[in-house]
């Protein structure tokens, strides 16, 4: 059985490596013509379009080892059922899913090195490669805010600011209101503007209204350094962060802003969470085309290509909606971003058993 398994990883291993180039520069000239006609009118230097394709490879070889291992397994198998040599494998007993378990092990081990690589290097890269795009195009961002409201870390504390300066981060207008448990008026600080010293906000020209029984008192202040007021300056910037280009702790640490914020965090949750199916999908995907490619014997190229293409698209357009579901609210960010997974899963050990492989 080993010499089965090693004649099966020599023959796999050249077809995945030339298929995995292959989709890279597919997706290389994708993004590249994408974009060709703004860098041809901006008039981008070639040093820089040729760094830009150079970032995004990283991201390439993400996008291009699910799809490369499903067209390599299965253009293998089928070689193997073109030369008659996989009848012979299953006549001598050995059924088809113990014949492809070092593939199967080997979808999971690229899983496993695709989640790290998407976390120690592609997010870098990728964010680096979005961060040139803009500067020369001349379209950077900027996370500065206008008529910003959020709620505090204790809930009890809502924030409004004329505007907020990112670059400075200092807000302009504030007016911060207190509530106790029951929602009641407490305190209000209105202030002319607020600088972050840290760990808290530092009100310039501040007057406070604090509740004392039943009555108000009121006071005023030209520099108050307000030490219960340690709401980050990261809830008041302009939504415009992306998943994609945040590690696993920025991204947790983003929800959780948005969420005690009181903003719109579905979305970002999903995203979150479709790190780590993507992560998985060669795994899923080693499975089905082991059960395609088994059923090929002629035109095998031409066959494992198209099943490659269809499945990948298939699996895509699921997860695409599925997303979309889950960002509209119809199902659990987690069950959105998992969906494609499970059922790929699911029909490839339905097909397992009606097959008895």
């Known amino acids: 059985m080993g010499r089965l398994h090693r004649l099966l990883i020599q023959e796999f ?48 070889v993400s996008y291009a080892i699910p799809i490369a291992l499903l067209f390599s397994i299965a253009y293998t198998l089928g070689d193997f059922h073109g030369k008659n040599q996989l009848i012979a494998v299953l006549g001598a007993g050995i059924s088809l899913f113990r014949f492809i378990l070092p593939l199967l092990v080997l979808g999971g081990l690229l899983s496993v090195f695709g989640f790290f690589f998407q976390e120690h290097l592609v997010i870098d890269t990728y964010k680096a490669k979005n961060d040139l795009v803009r500067s020369v195009l001349n379209t950077s961002t900027t996370f500065s805010n206008a008529n910003v409201t959020i709620l505090g870390d204790d809930v009890g504390t809502v924030y409004h600011a004329e505007y907020y300066d990112d670059e400075r981060r200092t807000l302009i207008g504030v007016l911060v209101a207190q509530r106790d448990s029951r929602g009641n008026l407490i305190a209000r600080i209105d202030a002319e503007s607020a600088e972050w010293k840290g760990s808290f906000w530092e009100l310039r020209n501040a007057r406070i209204l604090s509740k004392v029984g039943d009555d108000f008192t009121e006071e005023k202040i030209s520099i108050y350094p307000a030490t219960t007021l340690t709401t980050p300056p990261l809830r008041f910037r302009k939504m415009t962060k992306t998943v994609d280009e945040m590690r696993l702790a920025q991204a947790r640490e983003w929800i959780e802003s948005l969420r005690k914020a009181g903003l719109p965090y579905r979305e ?22 082991g059960l395609a490619g088994a059923m090929f014997r002629k035109n095998i190229l031409l066959m494992s290509l198209l099943v490659s293409l269809i499945l990948s698209v298939v699996y895509y357009v699921i997860q695409m909606m599925m997303v979309l579901l889950a960002k509209l609210g119809y199902i659990a960010p987690l069950a959105g971003a998992w969906a494609a997974f499970i059922l790929f899963l699911a029909g490839s050990i339905v097909w397992i058993q009606v097959a008895r492989m």
């Open 13 to 60: 291993i050249p077809v995945f490596f030339t298929s995995l180039l292959f989709f890279i520069m597919i997706l290389e000239m994708v993004d590249l013509f994408a974009n060709l006609w703004r860098y041809l009118n901006q008039e981008v230097p070639l040093s820089a379009v040729a760094t830009i394709q150079g970032l995004y490879l990283p991201k390439c």
């Open 268 to 289: 970002t949750l999903t995203e979150y969470y479709k790190r780590f199916s993507f992560a998985a999908t060669p795994l899923v995907v080693s499975v089905f085309a």
